[in-house]
């Protein structure tokens, strides 16, 4: 069993950044794949990001790349989503997902979640 929690969302002005953590229990965090997704209101959950146990392998969706980097501390059993340059669409709950494989960016593809953090960005 993993547990996340997630921290570090807020609300902040259009075009500042923001980096979001997520610490995971268990002694296996660097065998799991690890998944950045959001949830606006009223929308579907999206994928962000996700990143493999060693974190040789990052994926971004298309629309974030260059903006939002995933990052993740084995050591500290952390992973990490900095958000630059951020705009009010960006407003969103950010949920953080381990996968106990190498997981795509499908939400029922992730074994665990955490509770979220809310990130709003005013114009």
């Known amino acids: 069993q993993v547990q996340l929690v997630e921290s570090g969302g807020g609300l902040v002005q259009s075009g500042d950044s923001l980096r979001l953590s997520c610490a995971a229990s268990?002694?296996?965090?660097?065998?799991?794949?690890m998944g950045w997704f959001r949830q606006a209101p009223g929308k579907e959950r999206e994928f962000v990001a996700r990143?493999?146990?060693?974190?040789?392998?990052?994926y971004y969706t298309d629309s974030l790349k260059g903006r939002f980097t995933i990052s993740r501390d084995n050591a500290k059993n952390t992973v990490y989503l900095q958000m630059n340059s951020l705009k009010p669409e960006d407003t969103a709950v950010y949920y953080c997902?381990?996968?106990?494989?190498?997981?795509?960016?499908?939400?029922?593809?992730?074994?665990?979640w955490g509770q979220g953090t809310q990130v709003t960005v005013s114009s």
């Open positions: 268990g002694r296996t965090f660097s065998t799991y794949t």
């Open positions: 997902a381990a996968g106990k494989t190498w997981v795509g960016p499908s939400a029922y593809e992730y074994d665990y």
């Open positions: 990143i493999s146990g060693s974190g040789a392998r990052t």
